[in-house]
């Protein structure tokens, strides 16, 4: 049985650890070729995934996002799927956030995706996906986590908008709306450590739940899907 991406070359974002990392290895399971973008590649575990070209970048410059790419283009000569998964939170009161808090966190979560979506609507063949990892945060958030919450919502529109460019070329968009998931930045979290925000244990979902999800949304089974948000959070926001 041919694996469904045998053949395809995935380029991944923030797939040091956390749910990009579970989405290479899910990707590199059903056959794909991984380009892996992080600022931690250097410390990048490639165990069980092929050929991967682990691409250390700074996803706050634009220059390097342009060099990830051309690299990828130069290793493997095609480009299929991206998906965008890295992301940073700041845990601050609005009144606290000054320019340069929106403009790094905006840089990381929205502009680079957009950026390398440009990218992925000019090189990818037709059949080509992008799945975003947007947040529920997009649609209902906390204090504390104002511009995390509005860099997500905007992905979604963000998603929205490339399912429509692209649908004449033959590209699907489709964003993956995480609830809380056992990842570093869910940890780390002050509001979780605090106390300000409890979550049920049986309401944390794992990496790879999310990685599932966009692994369908990418592969041909997905194909009558596009400019979809779908929530992956166990029913936490039904709920609420």
């Not at 929530?231 to 936490?236: K, M, N, T, V, W």
Request: charged share 15%; proline share 4%; with cysteine.
């Amino acid at each position: 049985m041919v694996a469904p991406f045998s053949g395809k070359v995935a380029l991944i974002t923030g797939a040091a650890g956390g749910i990009g990392h579970a989405v290479a290895c899910s990707f590199a399971e059903a056959g794909a070729t991984l380009a892996l973008v992080d600022r931690s590649a250097g410390a990048m575990s490639l165990d069980g995934l092929g050929d991967a070209l682990p691409i250390a970048c700074d996803l706050a410059d634009a220059s390097a996002l342009d060099a990830a790419v051309e690299q990828t283009l130069a290793r493997f000569g095609r480009w299929d799927v991206l998906v965008n998964v890295a992301g940073i939170m700041l845990f601050k009161p609005i009144a606290a956030h000054d320019a340069a808090d929106w403009q790094h966190l905006l840089g990381v979560n929205l502009i680079a995706p957009a950026l390398l979506t440009g990218h992925a609507l000019q090189h990818m063949p037709r059949g080509g996906a992008i799945v975003n990892i947007a947040s529920i945060h997009a649609q209902r958030t906390s204090a504390m986590v104002s511009s995390y919450a509005a860099s997500k919502a905007a992905m979604v529109s963000l998603t929205r908008s490339t399912a429509i460019e692209g649908q004449e070329r033959g590209i699907r968009c489709n964003a993956i709306l995480p609830g809380a998931i056992d990842t570093a930045l869910l940890r780390d979290s002050p509001n979780i450590r605090s106390g300000a925000e409890v979550i049920d244990p049986a309401d944390i979902g794992q990496p790879e739940d999310i990685a599932a999800l966009a692994r369908f949304l990418a592969s041909d089974d997905a194909r009558f899907i596009t400019g979809a948000d779908m929530i992956a959070d166990g029913g936490r926001m039904a709920r609420l």
